[in-house]
């Protein structure tokens, strides 16, 4: 095993320069006793396992390659024995439906040698449980994990071959992914930065997507120097096999039109910047510039005028049509329209007003 992994080895090229990982995520149901797994290499999946057809079966063609013909296998025990223990030991003493998961791996920089690792739990969403290589100990952020932590710390054996496994198998099991995967994995696809708002009072995003690989850094600039208050958005996968990112800026019209604002995107492709501007900015996939708020106040205004001339002159020719059959039935006529409008003389009590104004406004 450990010298096929070295022959593989060989083949590595400064074409994988950067940073480089292996994650796998395990996932249980307490209510319906689901259980999965997933593998992936530079957030790419290469492996699955589900509990329905319970089989670890391989995502990408590449990784068919692998040598060991019983590695799948070995890999569909080893899951089926971690479904037994999550149903045995963690369902069994809880009640009502419940999340378990297990989240495991290891990270590699190629260029300067720099390896890192870790093995957590989660419980309902929340951290339960990591191992902290730095201390070679358990360590649980919540109280209702103390007792787990302390029984953890002191089986030994077990501390020793979570951290022995990290280190050095985790790593070596990564490079030959890396190797296997060479023609899918260090292709490079340059990312496409777009600047986008839904209208002039939302915020603006930089959307950066279809790039690979994985690994980009994207910042919002004024005036050249970063801000930090922007919200960043999570990594998220497309369905050809490359990533997308987005990164919120808050900011008013009138102040990114007196600074330059950049989105500053860095790809190990390319380096690219977008400066904000109204020919730039995009709504709905169309260039659209902010709206003047004083071209809306100048139209509304002129909208109430008019209305406002349109009302008077309705008035006095209503009025020279009434005037000849107005009569001592004019209080009348006022009061029934007052009842059709909804409105009420001034006797009625507060509470019917209030009723009979609401019901006049829901027809």
């Avoid at 797994?37 to 699955?48: E, K, P, R, S």
């Avoid at 998961?101 to 951290?127: L, P, S």
Wanted: proline share 2%; hydrophobic share 35%; net charge positive.
């Amino acid at each position: 095993m450990r010298s096929s992994v070295i022959l593989l080895l060989v083949g590595i090229s400064l074409a994988f320069a950067g940073k480089h990982s292996l994650k796998y995520f395990y996932t249980s149901v307490s209510g319906d006793k689901t259980f999965t797994a997933t593998g992936l290499v530079d957030d790419v999946q290469f492996m699955y396992f589900g509990i329905n057809t319970k089989k670890a079966s391989p995502k990408t063609e590449w990784v068919r390659e692998i040598e060991e013909s019983d590695y799948w296998k070995r890999q569909t025990h080893l899951l089926v024995e971690q479904h037994h223990w999550i149903l045995n030991t963690i369902w069994t003493e809880s009640a009502g439906e419940h999340t378990y998961q297990i989240t495991y791996g290891c990270e590699w920089n190629d260029e300067t040698g720099k390896t890192n690792a870790f093995r957590q739990y989660g419980y309902d969403g929340e951290d339960f449980l990591f191992l902290d290589l730095k201390r070679d100990e358990w360590i649980s952020p919540v109280k209702q994990g103390f007792r787990t932590q302390e029984r953890c710390n002191n089986e030994t054996i077990r501390l020793v071959h979570w951290k022995n496994y990290l280190k050095m198998d985790c790593i070596e099991t990564l490079k030959k992914l890396l190797t296997l995967g060479k023609s899918s994995l260090e292709k490079t696809v340059s990312p496409q930065v777009s600047l986008l708002q839904k209208n002039a009072c939302s915020p603006v995003l930089c959307h950066v997507t279809h790039f690979y690989p994985s690994d980009i850094t994207v910042t919002w600039m004024r005036n050249g120097q970063e801000l930090k208050n922007v919200k960043v958005g999570k990594l998220l996968p497309n369905e050809d096999g490359t990533f997308q990112k987005t990164v919120t800026l808050q900011t008013e019209a009138d102040e990114w039109r007196k600074n330059e604002f950049s989105c500053v995107v860095k790809h190990q492709s390319k380096t690219f910047r977008k400066t904000l501007t109204e020919k730039e900015i995009r709504t709905k996939n169309k260039t659209a510039a902010p709206f003047d708020v004083t071209v809306v106040v100048v139209l509304v205004a002129v909208i109430l005028s008019l209305s406002l001339i349109i009302g008077v002159i309705g008035y006095f020719v209503y009025q020279r049509k009434l005037k000849p059959a107005l009569s001592g039935s004019a209080s009348k006529c006022w009061l029934s329209f007052c009842r059709i409008s909804g409105y009420v003389t001034a006797n009625t009590s507060p509470s019917d007003s209030e009723n009979t104004s609401q019901s006049s406004t829901e027809s």
